[in-house]
């Protein structure tokens, strides 16, 4: 038998193992801890293995594959750390395939773990074989087939380098069912390095100087901040740069929660739904830095009007980014951290207050045009952003939202006053309604200290709503509230904006929330009366454990500010 | 901006499904692939990719920085005609009886350069190496004659660099950057 270094510092003996026992001990080895998984005939025998690992292995069983990868999501976003999905051939593996691209598009780091049938079988149309390396192709970092046990070692230690290095991404690994049975020589020695694949590119010293000369000289500078922020951890890097330099700085949806809402320096967010003076002051600013973000439609609007007066330099680890929508004028491709902190030194201590102000007196106009109807409605029932904005002061800003896709998202991504690290959770780049549930299983198993709150539509809670077998299950104590609008909001919202009102199969006539979650055992209550909100909140944060409120908001509320898909920034609607 | 014709040429891993994961970054973008081939290198275990597409060098940086990003890609590279040296190779079958009827043809195949490699059954295949211009000028100078069969490779090119590709590949070997591979090689 042969000796090999398995960890630095431990040396262990080649063991004989199956394939099964063989990918659990590599999860062991990567420090895996939670599995969000369905099983089915052809990942059996790694089932059954698992059976003995229980207590080094702790297994999630979801209600659907979809909840397994949004779960493995929430998790690895919140945590950090890798998150892990097991399902079967066919069926199973093709129901991961929406939460796989989500993460893709999102940049998530997964690790999916999927059976096949037999090598024997393959190209053969088996029972329940399908492609899953074919169809997975576009939307993972990295896929693989395992038809052999001895590959098992390699594939998932590449797999798990992968994932989380450079550019996090969801990778899977496929493997036939004789390989999960048949016995090897099992040795797990981590991956450190795959030549073809370099995630960490060298830091040129040029354009830093560029971009602190640019920095230095302008007067009217600009920054927004993506999710890459939160990826490095870099948000004390990014808190001393702005404080350093004084520049007025913006989020993206992703980057929300990086820096806080509350900070002098901070004006908003942008895109679609933003703020209103972080769109409009792109379309005047003299420097533009883009730190971590990858100029989405829905933050450019057209791209032909997008920053055009301005320099912009674009700071980013994936050099497929670079020029991709918005021509740069300045790249510095690397990691958020790093990069920032070798810019710091170079740049100068400054503030721009008249710039700041100007930011400030676009806020007092969002104020009076939109924020002001939208807290102090005149309706009857409740609007989302009054509700949200409650939220917020009650929790003072400081739970970890995980959002759905629709109105209810915008508002929360609006009014939420994000003041802790971390805290932000939704399907960004995928808009994938039915996320919400799922991610918040699986950020609250990863944060468990944190208190997380699922905001959620109607329409989408009933995307993954069997996910609440979870919670029952596993008594995981994620707080649920439905905003519920009888309607596919945001969808509805376009209709009466750009469709004359047409409101074609938007309406839903919606089943008893209330009596579904407590046949989940979960507490639950409705609210409809502005004046009650208080004690329902109350009520629903304090209950110990998981616990549901629904709130009926008025049915056609919209979100505004808006910039009208594929329109110029500078044209954001403010009614 | 103008769509050309350019070619990108691409060192990988020796590793399947790599061909899918390549065609479908072009496709994606509805970039039709005018040729692609596929070849073993001067050094073990790493293959060549080389596709002719037609389309605006914008959309072509882009493609070849993301195909950089497959795991298994080594290097990706973006290059006009004047980068490169290239060659495809044409293969055309005609009836061994309308060959010995005229004459005349011989001396054509020769002028164009090519050459007889096999008669056999009555028939008679002629191969030409060239860029595709010249291998359809002499498409057309035999097309009266009534080809039976043609074929045609896709192109395979090398760089006029000086660099040779196990040097690439040791730099990146040794290297942190992947700014590296897709900088021209
Ligand atoms: C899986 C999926 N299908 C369709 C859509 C399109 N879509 C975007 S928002 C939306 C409406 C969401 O309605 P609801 O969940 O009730 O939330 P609201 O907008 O009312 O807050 C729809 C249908 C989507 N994003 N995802």
């Known amino acids: 038998m042969e000796a090999l270094i398995e960890n630095p510092g431990k040396v262990v003996e080649a063991e004989r193992i199956s394939g099964s026992e063989a990918i659990l001990r590599c999860l062991i080895n990567e420090e895996v801890e939670t599995i969000f998984g369905y099983p089915g005939g052809a990942i059996m025998p790694v089932y059954d293995a698992l059976f003995d690992y229980e207590n080094q292995l702790r297994h999630i069983l979801v209600r659907h594959e979809q909840g397994a990868i949004h779960a493995a999501q929430g998790y690895a976003r919140n945590s950090g750390k890798v998150g892990v999905c097991f399902a079967t051939s066919g069926p199973g593996a093709t129901n991961l395939i929406t939460g796989i691209t989500d993460a893709q598009i999102d940049s998530t780091p997964i690790v999916c773990i999927t059976g096949q049938v037999a090598s024997h079988l393959l190209g053969s149309d088996a029972f329940q074989e399908t492609d899953i390396i074919g169809i997975s192709m576009p939307v993972t970092k990295w896929n693989f087939q395992v038809t052999k046990p001895e590959e098992i070692p390699e594939a998932l230690a590449k797999a798990f380098y992968i994932a989380q290095s450079g550019r996090p991404g969801p990778v899977l690994i496929d493997i036939t069912k004789d390989a999960q049975q048949q016995s090897f020589d099992f040795i797990y020695k981590r991956c450190e390095r795959i030549r073809s694949y370099q995630p960490y590119p060298e830091l040129r010293e040029e354009p830093l100087k560029a971009a602190a000369a640019l920095i230095n000289q302008a007067k009217k500078p600009y920054l927004l901040f993506g999710q890459g922020v939160t990826l490095s951890g870099a948000e004390d890097e990014l808190k001393r740069f702005v404080e350093k330099t004084g520049i007025p700085s913006a989020s993206t949806l992703l980057g929300l929660s990086a820096f806080s809402t509350k900070h002098p320096l901070y004006v908003g967010y942008t895109g679609m739904h933003g703020n209103y003076g972080p769109n409009v002051k792109t379309n005047e600013c003299d420097v533009f830095i883009a730190i971590g973000m990858r100029f989405d439609d829905r933050v450019t609007g057209d791209v032909t009007t997008y920053a055009k007066q301005a320099k912009v330099i674009h700071i980013e680890l994936d050099p497929a980014e670079i020029d991709k929508n918005i021509l740069t004028d300045v790249a510095i491709i690397g990691d958020a951290k790093q990069v920032l902190k070798a810019l710091l030194p170079l740049v100068n201590k400054n503030s721009h207050q008249q710039w700041l102000a100007e930011f400030r007196a676009c806020d007092k106009i969002e104020m009076d045009k939109a924020v002001q109807k939208s807290l102090e409605p005149k309706s009857k029932l409740m609007t989302m952003a009054e509700v949200v904005h409650k939220l917020s002061e009650k929790t003072k800003g400081k739970s970890v939202i995980v959002t759905d896709v629709g109105q209810h998202q915008m508002m929360a991504g609006r009014y939420y006053q994000f003041d802790e690290l971390k805290s932000h959770i939704t399907s960004g780049g995928l808009g994938t309604m039915g996320f919400c549930l799922p991610a918040a299983i699986g950020a609250k198993i990863g944060t468990p200290e944190r208190q997380v709150i699922a905001i959620i539509g109607d329409g989408g809670f009933q995307m993954t709503i069997q996910e609440l077998g979870v919670i029952m299950q596993y008594q995981i104590g994620v707080k649920i509230l439905i905003l519920n609008n009888s309607f596919l909001g945001m969808v509805r919202q376009w209709q009466q904006l750009f469709f004359d009102k047409r409101y074609a199969f938007t309406e839903m006539d919606n089943p008893d929330f209330i009596k579904i979650s407590e046949g989940y055992r979960i507490p639950a209550q409705r609210v409809q009366e502005r004046n009650h909100l208080d004690e329902a909140f109350n009520k629903w944060l304090n209950q110990e454990g998981s616990s549901l409120l629904e709130v009926v908001v008025e049915k056609e509320e919209n979100v505004f500010p808006m910039v009208p898909s594929g329109s110029c920034v500078s044209k954001i609607r403010l009614e | ?185």
Do not use: C
């Open chain 2, 1 to 185: 901006m103008e769509k050309r014709e350019y070619t990108i040429s691409v060192l990988t891993e020796d590793k399947p499904g790599l061909l899918n994961k390549l065609t479908i970054i072009l496709s994606r973008r509805k970039i039709n692939i005018n040729s692609l081939n596929v070849s073993t290198t001067e050094v073990k275990g790493v293959s060549r990719f080389t596709i002719v597409a037609t389309a605006t060098k914008i959309d072509l940086e882009k493609v070849v920085k993301q195909i950089r990003k497959l795991v298994d890609v080594l290097g990706s590279f973006l290059y006009e005609e004047d980068q490169i040296y290239y060659q495809e190779i044409a293969l055309y079958k005609l009836s061994l009886e309308v060959f010995q009827q005229n004459g005349l043809l011989e001396k054509l195949i020769r002028q164009h350069g090519a050459k007889i490699i096999a008669i056999e059954d009555n028939q008679i295949v002629i191969e030409k190496t060239g860029t595709k211009q010249e291998t359809h000028e002499l498409y057309e100078v035999l097309e009266p004659y009534d080809i039976l069969e043609f074929a045609r490779s896709g192109r395979v090119a090398i760089s006029k660099s000086k660099r040779r590709t196990e040097a690439f590949i040791h730099e990146l070997e040794t290297s942190q950057s992947n700014t590296l591979s897709i900088k021209e090689f």
